[in-house]
């Protein structure tokens, strides 16, 4: 799984994952006028609460997460996990809000029981919160643009030496011994005793520079591979940064976060880290 591929959403999900299961182990109910030593259960005691909320719940957050930190998500049964997961966040937080507002559930109209006196406790409360923030953050991700950018920021390339910078003192600098020059030759005319000829040099083309620099797509485009086959060997999504490490045309080969190459051949629109 690639962190780098999450989003600021994603970690929504997940920070409200972790409140979920804090939230479980605390009291699902309060009574007016209990003592406070009494022991009230938590969701971990209770099926209907465990199973429709919390397991529910964390369970969504899993798969919305893998959907997005995963280069390709199973699809079983040809169901797309992702949005299996979106749909358990939600039905998590719809749980949530029916047991705040009827935490006595089964214990209705039963003869004996006073029901007004059992509201709902700190733990069905956080989870409501919980579920809530989670199944907003699952659905909205891909679609708010605050949501959408990564989650942890790839790092910047580090600035490339010129080209043709060499170290004080190297070949080329004045002092340095010549290639082809034999031992002892002897100077041209016109130059001091003790100086060393000097070579006709070649005009060298200008080469063309090209600086590694990150960049982000702004919709899903297909990365083909570099030996100019037709089928894509991935697809580069919107808010995940990838290095461009050559530049071929107008095109663009690219890298992706788990280590692949591949042509980028639609560069319009790019976002430059």
Do not use: H
């Not at 429709?52 to 049964?77: H, N, Y």
């Not at 507002?101 to 039963?110: K, L, S, V």
Request: glycine share 14%; proline share 13%.
């Amino acid at each position: 799984m690639n962190i780098r591929s999450l989003t600021r959403g994603d970690g929504v999900v997940i920070g409200a994952a972790v409140l979920l299961l804090i939230a479980s182990f605390l009291d699902i109910y309060s009574a007016d006028g209990a003592p406070d030593s009494y022991d009230f259960p938590n969701a971990w005691a209770s099926g209907p609460v465990l199973m429709g909320v919390v397991l529910a719940g964390i369970f969504g957050a899993a798969l919305v997460v893998l959907s997005r930190g995963l280069p390709q998500m199973p699809k079983p049964l040809g169901l797309d996990l992702g949005q299996f997961g979106v749909a358990l966040t939600v039905f998590a937080a719809w749980s949530a809000l029916g047991n705040v507002f009827d935490p006595a559930g089964g214990f209705d109209n039963m003869p004996g029981v006073d029901n007004d006196s059992l509201n709902a406790g700190v733990g069905l409360i956080l989870m409501l919160i919980a579920t809530l923030v989670m199944a907003a953050a699952a659905v909205a991700g891909p679609l708010v643009p605050a949501l959408k950018g990564a989650l942890v920021p790839a790092p910047k390339p580090a600035a490339p030496q010129p080209y043709g910078a060499q170290p004080p003192g190297g070949y080329g600098y004045p002092g340095a011994p010549q290639p082809g020059q034999p031992y002892g030759g002897q100077p041209q005319p016109g130059q001091p005793y003790g100086a060393q000829p000097q070579q006709a040099q070649a005009p060298q083309p200008p080469a063309q520079e090209f600086s590694p620099f990150w960049f982000a797509v702004p919709v899903p485009r297909p990365l083909f591979a570099e030996d100019g086959s037709p089928t894509p060997i991935a697809e580069l999504a919107p808010g995940t940064w990838y290095l461009a490490v050559e530049q071929r045309g107008q095109a663009l080969v690219a890298q992706t976060q788990d280590g692949r190459r591949g042509v980028l051949q639609d560069t319009s629109g790019i976002q430059r880290g």
